[in-house]
Structure formats: C-alpha cells, structure tokens
C-alpha cells in the first residue's frame, strides 16, 4: 500500500508564502499525475493543481499565478509553491497521486491564512 507524507503546512498573514511536499513512501516507477486538493469546513474537496507524468501543469483558475506545481520524478515528490495566500486559501491540503489506475490521497496538512 502506498503511503503519502505531506509536509510544510501551518499558518500565515495574508499576502504570505508558504511550500507544501508531498514523497511516496516507495518508488513509483511512470506515475500518472501528481497534485494537491484542499478542502475548506463545509465544502467540497476540491483540485488545486496537477501535474502530469509528463511534467504538464494544470491550475484551478483561482490560484493561477499565485500557485506554483512542480514534482521530482526521481525522488516520486510533488512540491506547491503558494504565494498571495487569501483568507479563502484556508483549507486542509491533500496531496494526491493517480498511479496504476488508483488514487492515493495523503493525510492532509492544514493551511490557516490570518489577517
């Protein structure tokens, strides 16, 4: 079974930076995608960006610009580079992987944006 460990969470001012990780816990040879959802109290999860096995970035419109997606195949690790975090920003991150026709979602890390 395929573990995810998500890291880099944690709170920030609005306007503010921070970077999530995300490693499998085993080699994963030709991954499909790679990417996080985020789930706000009361909403829906939703997809924040994903990037292909190919390296092709894929943004909800509501953070292009701000987000950055990138991944190092070798290490089977995704990385988001959020910049500009809003107060809307605030959700739990969820790292997600598409490998051999199966979702894998890691535990989820919390991202508070403040005033």
């Known amino acids: 079974q395929v573990e995810l460990v998500e890291s880099g969470g944690g709170l920030v001012q609005a306007g503010g930076s921070l970077s999530l990780s995300c490693s499998a816990s085993?080699?994963?040879?030709?991954?499909?995608?790679m990417g996080w959802y985020r789930q706000a109290p009361g909403k829906q999860r939703e997809m924040v960006a994903t990037?292909?096995?190919?390296?092709?970035?894929f943004y909800v419109d509501v953070v292009k610009g701000r987000f950055t997606i990138s991944r190092d195949g070798a290490e089977n690790t995704v990385f988001l580079q959020m910049n500009d975090l809003q107060l809307e920003d605030a959700a739990v991150y969820y790292c997600?992987?598409?490998?051999?026709?199966?979702?894998?979602w890691g535990q989820g890390t919390q991202v508070t944006v403040s005033l």
């Open positions: 997600w992987i598409y490998y051999q026709n199966m979702d894998y």
């Open positions: 085993e080699k994963l040879p030709r991954i499909n995608a």
């Open positions: 990037i292909t096995g190919g390296g092709s970035p």
